[in-house]
């Protein structure tokens, strides 16, 4: 193996960006086929460089759909800190996870996405590799609702008797569920579930009058 030097700095910028080409690919060929019928043939269809690139940096399958996992996973998490940081205080912060789970409308993309993700969910209850990134996104979003919790305990703005970690927890299974089956069941869920969740989350603000 070679020194440290020029040289590698530009493997691994080079790296960087043939993993995210290879992610693209693997997010194409997972939405086309779904991850029963995905083969790493269908992916190698989805690359645009050479095909020796992907078997360089992934074995099978499930290699390429756990590092798909850890990929999305960093965007979607990094979208919902982005609208943490915009929201005006911890009770908006909560308002934002909601409003972004259970968007009134989704476009033909995000369905393709989540559809994609519960997919793959599925497949985490057998597959270790899958459950331990969703265990890390769910973990993450879960630290996030109950810091907001906190911060609004702390400040003022959200009653003293709510707990984080009890609020996050409920919140995150309803999001969650909420989510699946929108795509799922034959009737609208996510009406009633972001109107309900958003009126709970109305009563633990602080000073409001029952």
Excluded: N
């Amino acid at each position: 193996m070679s020194e440290p030097g020029d040289d590698e700095v530009t493997v691994c910028d080079d790296r960087s960006e043939v993993e995210t080409l290879i992610m693209e690919a693997t997010y194409r060929a997972l939405t086309e086929h779904g991850y029963a019928d995905l083969t790493v043939a269908h992916i190698a269809e989805e690359f645009e460089k050479s095909k020796s690139l992907l078997y360089y940096h992934y074995d099978s399958k499930d290699d390429l759909i756990a590092g798909f996992l850890g990929f999305a996973g960093d965007h979607f998490l990094a979208m919902l800190d982005a609208a943490e940081r915009e929201a005006d205080d911890p009770l908006d912060r909560l308002r934002a996870f909601v409003d972004i789970y259970l968007a009134a409308e989704v476009d033909d993309e995000m369905t393709a996405a989540q559809r994609a993700m519960i997919d793959l969910r599925a497949q985490a209850v057998s597959e270790p590799r899958f459950r331990a990134e969703f265990d890390r996104i769910d973990a993450h979003i879960r630290d996030r609702l109950a810091e907001a919790v906190a911060d609004g305990v702390a400040d003022g703005t959200i009653d003293d008797d709510a707990d984080p970690e009890a609020v996050a927890t409920w919140l995150l299974a309803a999001l969650t569920g909420a989510m699946l089956q929108r795509h799922t069941a034959e009737y609208d869920v996510v009406s009633p579930v972001r109107a309900m969740v958003h009126g709970r989350l109305d009563e633990f603000e602080a000073g409001r009058d029952d």
